[in-house]
C-alpha cells in the first residue's frame, strides 16, 4: 500500500486493542499508526509513514466468528463512505474453539470457516478501490505445538495441534483463491506461548516481553507487535 486510502481491519481479537493495553495497541492499529516509544525500531514503517492520508477503521471485534464476519462486519465494511485500499482479517480461531475437544466436529467447522472465507473474500473485492489489497491471517497456538492442555487449564485435546494447522491450511487455500496474501501470524508467534512463559496471564505489558499471549488466547502488547509484523511482511513480501 503506497499511496493513500482506508484501512479496515476485520475479525476478531487478534486484532483489536483491548487486550494489548488499550487504544492504538493492537496488531491493526501499529499496523495503521506505530507506538514509537514502544517499539522504536518500527519508527517510520506504518501506514500512517508510508502512505500519508491513509484512513483507518477498525471493525474487528472481540470473539467474532465467521457468522459475525458475514452478519454484522461486512455490512459495516460496505457502509463506509471510504473504499478501502488494505482490508486485513484474521478470523476462524473462535470458530474452532467452539468445538474444542471434538475432532469430528473441528474438522466440520474447519469446513465451515473455509465456506464462510470464501463468501467473505468474494464481499470484500466487491468493496476495494482498485489496487486494494487483501492479507489473511492464520491463527496461532498458544501451545507452541505441545497440546499440552493441562498446563493451559483446558482439559485433554490431543489433536487440537493437527487441527489448527488444518485450519490454518484452508485459510491459505482461500487467500490463494481469492488473490490475498498471507500473514502468517502463527509462524511469528511459535516459541512465544507456552515455550516462554504462561499465556493465561492477564498482563497487557508483562515485563517478559517473549511471552506474547494473555488471558490464554489472546495477543498482548508484545503479541501485538508480533500481529503487525505479520501483517507488515505479507504486504511487503515476507521481509
Do not use: K
Not at 503506497?2 to 487504544?23: H, M, N
Request: aromatic share 6%.
Amino acid at each position: 500500500m503506497t499511496a493513500a486510502g482506508g484501512y479496515v481491519a476485520l475479525g476478531d481479537s487478534i486484532s483489536i486493542d483491548d487486550y494489548s493495553g488499550g487504544p492504538g495497541r493492537g496488531g491493526a492499529s501499529l499496523l495503521y499508526a506505530n507506538r514509537d516509544e514502544d517499539f522504536p525500531d518500527w519508527r517510520g514503517r506504518d501506514l500512517r509513514s508510508t502512505a500519508p492520508g491513509t484512513t483507518f477503521a477498525l471493525l474487528a471485534t472481540d470473539g467474532a466468528t465467521t457468522g459475525t464476519l458475514l452478519d454484522r462486519q461486512l455490512p459495516r465494511l460496505a457502509a463506509l463512505p471510504e473504499r478501502p485500499a488494505l482490508v486485513t482479517l484474521t478470523i476462524g480461531g473462535n470458530d474452532l474453539l467452539g468445538a474444542y475437544g471434538d475432532t469430528a466436529a473441528a474438522r466440520a467447522v474447519v469446513a465451515r470457516v473455509a465456506a464462510a472465507l470464501d463468501r467473505a473474500l468474494a464481499a470484500i473485492g466487491e468493496t476495494l478501490a482498485p489496487d486494494g489489497r487483501v492479507v489473511v491471517g492464520t491463527v496461532y497456538d498458544p501451545s507452541d505445538g505441545t497440546a499440552d492442555a493441562e498446563r493451559l487449564g483446558l482439559p485433554p485435546w490431543p489433536d487440537a495441534v493437527a487441527l489448527i494447522a488444518e485450519l490454518n491450511d484452508a485459510l491459505r487455500r482461500g487467500a490463494a483463491r481469492h488473490g490475498a496474501a498471507v500473514a502468517e501470524i502463527a509462524e511469528r508467534f511459535r516459541g512465544h506461548g507456552l515455550a516462554a512463559g504462561d499465556p493465561r496471564r492477564r498482563e497487557a505489558r508483562p515485563e517478559q516481553r517473549d511471552l506474547w499471549f494473555c488471558s490464554l488466547i489472546e495477543p498482548n502488547a508484545w503479541g501485538a507487535d508480533g500481529v503487525r509484523a505479520a501483517f507488515w511482511a505479507a504486504l511487503h513480501g515476507g521481509g
